[in-house]
């Protein structure tokens, strides 16, 4: 049986292991190798459905795939793994028939790789709701609101009554606050992308001078750089416009940390592999976290938190965030934050190859 025809699959970040018929491997990649705890010399030959804790299932799948009775069956099941000293390790299986007969495909995706899969693909969905909303929302906002102003402009050159005169002024000046936030929300989607090569060090650096002049005590800025992130092409502008908006967030919301003089904000940058973002698999990505030790992203908001006009801060506007969103997205990326009371994590990830 040739090799090279299983080279693709070491390309997988996924578990795959090739059985036979009788659940024997014949090949695995080495993600599969890694998570079963041997090598392929060891594995070769081997039964796999001992490595499961419910053997039956497993053989069962098998048997219906060999049936032709699904294209690919999915289940949960618990691995077992002697020579690793976690010796279960809870996975998503999928079986499903091979490019030859009598010859099968399973997949092991840990359980905490599957559910965050679905959180990736779940944001990538929001993310595009918002936007659709966010257009919606300030076009049918944008039009009444010049007719209102223009009638209340008419109205106040009509009062001779200088109070009255203040209640139009008012109007006046509410419709242009509106129109304001109309216009921060249209504001990504009627300026150009501009792409060109860029270091995301040089985005950090410029945020980090941004927010320590607008914060110069009490707030401690760690720089945690991977030197070696190659530049990328992207929007310069964006980038900067869209860590800004989370680290003034973070800034914002560690008042009290920083009139004790403790408030720490980290700016880390990593390389990920083998990355996953809506649906497409790049080979390299920027990882970029934004790390706080505030109080934490109140829970009634956590899971609305990049929705628009959503604030945990009083006469905050609500969006900071979703411009930081919308901004990544452009770039094909993903942000999404982990928060507990004295850590707050918001993970920026960006394809680079």
Do not use: W
Not at 59 to 88: C, M, N, T, W
Not at 97 to 124: I, M, N
């Amino acid at each position: 049986m040739p090799k090279n025809r299983y080279l693709a699959l070491e390309l997988l970040v996924t578990a795959v292991v090739i059985v036979d018929g009788r659940g024997r491997m014949v090949h695995m990649n080495a993600a599969a190798q890694d998570l079963l705890g041997a090598s392929a010399r060891v594995l070769i030959d081997v039964d796999l459905a001992p490595f499961f804790e419910d053997s039956a299932a497993f053989l069962q799948a098998l048997a219906g795939a060999e049936k032709d009775h699904f294209s690919a069956l999915r289940y949960d099941a618990v691995i077992h793994r002697p020579e690793v000293k976690a010796e279960s390790l809870p996975v998503h299986v999928v079986v499903s028939a091979g490019e030859h007969a009598s010859e099968f495909v399973v997949e092991l995706l840990p359980l905490e790789q599957r559910a965050r899969q679905l959180r990736e693909t779940r944001l990538f969905d929001q993310a595009q709701a918002n936007k659709e909303l966010i257009r919606s929302l300030a076009h049918e906002i944008k039009n009444p609101l010049g007719g209102i102003r223009g009638a209340a402009q008419l109205l106040q050159m009509e009062l001779d009554s200088r109070e009255l005169r203040e209640y139009t002024q008012v109007i006046i000046h509410e419709a242009d606050r509106l129109q304001t936030l109309v216009d921060r929300l249209l504001a990504p989607h009627r300026k150009p992308h501009v792409v060109s090569e860029m270091n995301i060090h040089e985005v950090l650096e410029r945020v980090r001078t941004l927010v320590l002049a607008e914060f110069p005590s009490g707030l401690r800025m760690v720089r945690d750089y991977d030197t070696s992130i190659p530049e990328f092409k992207g929007d310069k502008e964006q980038l900067i416009q869209a860590v800004l908006n989370v680290v003034q967030n973070a800034a914002q919301a560690m008042s009290h940390e920083r009139a004790q003089g403790q408030a720490e904000i980290t700016l880390r940058t990593r390389v990920a592999r083998q990355v996953t973002l809506g649906q497409a698999r790049y080979k390299l990505a920027l990882e970029l976290h934004v790390i706080d030790n505030g109080p934490g992203v109140p829970e009634v908001i956590r899971d609305r938190l990049f929705y628009p006009l959503v604030s945990g801060r009083e006469g905050g506007t609500g969006l900071g965030l979703t411009l930081a969103q919308t901004f990544v997205q452009q770039h094909h990326g993903l942000i999404e934050c982990e928060s507990v009371p004295g850590r707050t994590d918001f993970r920026i990830l960006i394809p680079l190859a």
